[in-house]
């Protein structure tokens, strides 16, 4: 009870601290607003957690808090000394996507056998809708030539993690989400440069090698470095399933140092240099990792998934108050109607992804899952991307507003699914009971 107090007492406050901020603003002192901004939306964040229904909330509007600090404060989030935080960018998407690896295996593919018709249609719409609304949206708002083109970057990136778990709250087909994802991240080094050139070659140079090797070398490897980590942190595996899977990771690892070798033009020396780095960091490293700590923490996986959980949660934020810090001045410019044309990116996702699994006759489960898997994009990509391409205060910018709105959305359609449940559980649960009386 007492507990319950000072989550509605840090409530109050936050909205309290609300009103003084627009008062201030308002009254042109939006600089000196900055302090009591932050605090609102950190309060804010605590206070939810004393609800149910609300804390879900809670690391979004962490991620405010910290959008908001890098608006007001840019100098602080944009480099320490002479060292720039936007190259800390690639490797916290590592980080997250090796998270993301080290949770997962081979097994997790099975739904493209167990359920193919539903998972084309995932992934087809996944590169088809996206893509199209966000270029429909860069013609018609006009946008400056970069800034349409990060409208654009993650119209045409995968989903991201978050469409798991807006899966898993709203009743829908958790494996088919799994596996859409992955597909379409395994996808991804080949449809996203070429959606890209073909969509937004009109507003920035898009080299198709280059982008496909930062793919690879920021979501493929340490996808596969995750999974070499959970195979042999598990153990559960028979010798022979251990050599055809690291066989397969092996060849994975050669194709992209061949992207690498013709991205660059090094030729062969420049193939096997590029291989042997990527054997250290990301297949000889993760077998010699997971073994230390599978030694150490006597095969408990409670700690490793807190601490990955972790670092992603952080990471993600990071990531987006970096950019939101360098694209500051960009921001102010256009935050607004980047604000609207993200809303309208992102719904218009979710209406015509669960349209498209209607069209084709999916079950309610399925079509909740593609609405949420179209409508959810991988914005850490599409910055890790941008950052890539050196242009991150620009073309960056709509990855960083679309990441935090796409939580807020996703949050709220997931939830009121949750409280209704999909037809054809309704239809299991109604037949429960007459089954049990015949028998």
């Known amino acids: 009870m007492r507990t319950n107090r000072i989550y509605k007492a840090l409530s109050a406050c936050s909205l309290l601290l609300l009103v003084v901020s627009l008062a201030m603003i308002l009254s042109g002192r939006i600089g000196q607003a900055g302090p009591f901004v932050v605090a609102c939306f950190m309060l804010l964040a605590i206070g939810v957690r004393g609800w149910e229904a609300t804390k879900g909330f809670s690391y979004t509007i962490w991620i405010f808090t910290a959008v908001a600090a890098s608006m007001f404060y840019p100098q602080y989030f944009t480099a320490v000394g002479s060292f720039k935080l936007s190259i800390l960018i690639v490797p916290l998407l590592q980080i997250i996507m090796f998270g993301m690896g080290s949770q997962m295996s081979l097994k997790d593919f099975t739904g493209v056998v167990k359920m193919p018709k539903s998972v084309i249609i995932g992934v087809a719409a996944q590169f088809m809708i ?4 966000a270029f429909s949206i860069s013609r018609i708002f006009h946008f400056p030539p970069e800034i349409a083109a990060g409208i654009i970057l993650i119209g045409c990136v995968p989903s991201g993690l978050a469409s798991n778990v807006m899966s898993y709250i709203a009743h829908a087909n958790l494996p088919l989400s799994v596996t859409i994802g992955s597909i379409a991240t395994l996808l991804s080094p080949i449809m996203t440069p070429l959606l890209m050139k073909q969509l937004a070659g009109q507003f ?25 980590f959970n195979l042999f942190y598990s153990g559960k595996e028979t010798v022979r399933a251990k050599i055809i899977q690291m066989s397969a990771y092996f060849a994975i690892l050669a194709l992209t140092s061949v992207v690498d070798m013709v991205s660059k033009g090094s030729g062969l020396g420049g193939f096997l240099h590029s291989l042997l780095l990527s054997m250290c960091w990301f297949f000889i490293g993760p077998i010699v990792f997971s073994l230390i700590l599978r030694k150490i923490l006597k095969g408990d996986r409670k700690v490793i998934e807190q601490v990955l959980s972790f670092l992603s949660m952080a990471g993600i934020a990071l990531i987006i108050t970096i950019i939101t810090g360098a694209g500051r001045d960009s921001l102010l410019s256009v935050g607004a109607l980047l604000l609207i044309t993200s809303l309208l990116h992102n719904s218009a996702g979710y209406a015509l992804g669960y349209t498209a699994a209607w069209l084709f006759r999916l079950p309610e489960k399925d079509r909740r899952t593609i609405a949420l898997e179209v409508g959810m994009q991988n914005g850490g990509l599409a910055s890790g991307l941008a950052m890539q391409m050196g242009k991150i205060a620009t073309v960056g910018l709509a990855p960083a507003v679309f990441g935090p709105l796409m939580n807020i959305t996703g949050s709220v359609l997931a939830s009121w699914w949750r409280r209704k449940l999909p037809e054809e559980d309704r239809l299991r649960a109604t037949a429960t009971p007459s089954n049990e ?3």
């Open 204 to 228: 920035i140079e898009v080299n198709v090698w280059n982008m496909m090797l930062d793919i690879l070398n920021m979501i493929i490897l340490p996808i596969v470095a995750g999974f070499i």
């Open 130 to 133: 996206m893509p199209f609304i």
């Open 437 to 439: 009386s015949l028998s």
